[in-house]
């Protein structure tokens, strides 16, 4: 037998396709590694000219997907064939400069149910592949490209608007580390000045290990906030990392018996005020309410909540909302 990554089962083709994982590849395409020194970056698929790989049974789920998405880098223009069982579609490839970049190509109708996928450079120039979707319009935006001055919870309580910090180099080959005391430990180490108590603004740096890191401030268009999303946008680390966020909400009156509810890929930790709040431990997928805290007070004017999330080798997230007393979400108060 020839071993392969691809596992069993039916892959939602709405969602990435991890063509690395492939059934069976040929004509001198290859994988390997994004980073030799960084595993977690993952693999890339490399296809020089005639190089092909298949990925067997995916679903579009749906009878009117029109558009392929694929992660792509190349340094001239090249074209991709892609096989669906008998459906053929040529994608034009333009060139990416040699950088990693998200492309969208309009097709014809594709089948539904379940089919073999097929990726084939027929072109003159190599393009190397991360993954490909098959969607009815081009993959969305995750977070808003023009921020208001003033964010409020979405209609279910979430908050969406955050100071995130470039992703810490933490490389971790699994999840099942993530007891609770192995997080305690690397949660509550400094890894930068004023970690704790700083109040950063678009743009601003810390030091980690040696490497500058910068504050990016975002709202996300969904109840989730997408870090992975964030990561591969801004061509930064995708796996073996630790995330640092930060938000304010300004309360008109004191509230109390709030609990804090939140889920998160893979584990997280989450303070109020300063005071620990919630501890996600273990390997998870992020759940709505999948933790929920002890119940504690708003204050009247600014709070200040944080979050940490360490992940492996999976896509990161996270949602949180606040709950009354009664569980239902709390909505009064802004996000600056």
Request: hydrophobic residues 35%; glycine residues 8%; positive net charge.
């Given at each position: 037998?020839?071993?392969?990554?691809r596992?069993v089962?039916?892959?939602?083709?709405r969602k990435?396709?991890?063509?690395?994982?492939?059934?069976?590849?040929?004509g001198?395409?290859?994988?390997?590694?994004?980073?030799?020194?960084?595993?977690?970056?993952?693999?890339?698929?490399v296809?020089?000219?005639?190089g092909?790989?298949?990925?067997?049974?995916?679903?579009?789920?749906?009878?009117?997907?029109?558009?392929?998405c694929?992660?792509?880098k190349?340094?001239a223009?090249t074209?991709?064939?892609?096989?669906l069982?008998?459906?053929?579609?040529?994608?034009?490839?333009?060139?990416?400069?040699?950088?990693?970049?998200?492309v969208?190509?309009?097709?014809?109708?594709?089948p539904?149910?379940?089919?073999?996928?097929?990726?084939?450079?027929?072109?003159?120039a190599?393009?190397?592949v991360?993954?490909i979707?098959l969607?009815?319009?081009?993959r969305?935006?995750?977070f808003?490209?023009?921020?208001p001055a003033?964010?409020?919870?979405?209609?279910?309580?979430?908050i969406?608007?955050?100071?995130i910090?470039e992703?810490?180099?933490k490389?971790?080959?699994?999840?099942t580390?993530?007891?609770?005391?192995?997080?305690?430990?690397?949660?509550n180490?400094?890894?930068f000045?004023?970690?704790?108590?700083?109040?950063?603004?678009?743009?601003?740096?810390?030091?980690?290990?040696?490497?500058s890191?910068?504050?990016?401030?975002?709202?996300a268009?969904?109840y989730?906030?997408?870090?992975?999303?964030?990561?591969t946008?801004?061509?930064?680390q995708?796996?073996g990392?630790?995330?640092?966020?930060?938000?304010?909400?300004?309360?008109?009156?004191?509230i109390?018996?709030?609990?804090?509810?939140?889920?998160?890929?893979?584990?997280?930790?989450?303070?109020?005020?300063?005071q620990?709040?919630?501890?996600?431990s273990?390997?998870?997928?992020?759940?709505?309410?999948?933790?929920?805290?002890?119940?504690?007070?708003?204050?009247?004017?600014?709070?200040?909540i944080?979050c940490?999330?360490?992940n492996g080798p999976?896509?990161?997230?996270?949602?949180?909302?606040?709950?009354?007393?009664?569980?239902?979400?709390?909505k009064?108060?802004?996000?600056?």
């Amino acid at each position: 037998m020839k071993p392969t990554l691809r596992g069993v089962g039916i892959s939602d083709a709405r969602k990435p396709v991890q063509i690395d994982r492939y059934s069976n590849i040929g004509g001198k395409a290859y994988i390997e590694y994004h980073d030799t020194l960084n595993y977690f970056q993952g693999w890339k698929t490399v296809l020089p000219k005639g190089g092909w790989v298949s990925y067997n049974k995916v679903d579009p789920k749906s009878q009117s997907a029109q558009n392929v998405c694929l992660k792509v880098k190349t340094k001239a223009a090249t074209i991709l064939k892609l096989e669906l069982g008998k459906y053929v579609a040529n994608l034009n490839i333009p060139s990416t400069a040699g950088k990693w970049k998200e492309v969208n190509v309009t097709v014809k109708t594709m089948p539904s149910g379940v089919s073999d996928l097929k990726l084939t450079n027929i072109g003159a120039a190599q393009a190397e592949v991360d993954w490909i979707s098959l969607t009815e319009s081009p993959r969305e935006e995750y977070f808003l490209s023009t921020l208001p001055a003033v964010s409020k919870p979405d209609d279910n309580g979430f908050i969406r608007r955050w100071m995130i910090l470039e992703p810490i180099n933490k490389p971790n080959r699994g999840n099942t580390v993530f007891t609770d005391s192995y997080l305690r430990e690397h949660f509550n180490k400094e890894y930068f000045a004023g970690q704790q108590t700083i109040l950063p603004k678009d743009g601003d740096k810390v030091t980690v290990d040696g490497k500058s890191l910068t504050w990016h401030e975002l709202e996300a268009n969904r109840y989730n906030v997408k870090l992975f999303r964030f990561a591969t946008k801004n061509e930064l680390q995708e796996y073996g990392v630790l995330y640092w966020g930060v938000t304010t909400i300004d309360c008109p009156q004191e509230i109390k018996n709030v609990r804090l509810a939140a889920g998160s890929n893979s584990a997280s930790m989450w303070w109020v005020n300063g005071q620990e709040t919630l501890l996600l431990s273990g390997d998870r997928r992020m759940v709505m309410d999948d933790g929920m805290s002890d119940r504690f007070t708003l204050k009247k004017g600014k709070n200040i909540i944080r979050c940490a999330v360490i992940n492996g080798p999976g896509m990161s997230d996270f949602c949180v909302r606040l709950l009354d007393e009664k569980g239902n979400p709390v909505k009064n108060y802004t996000i600056k």
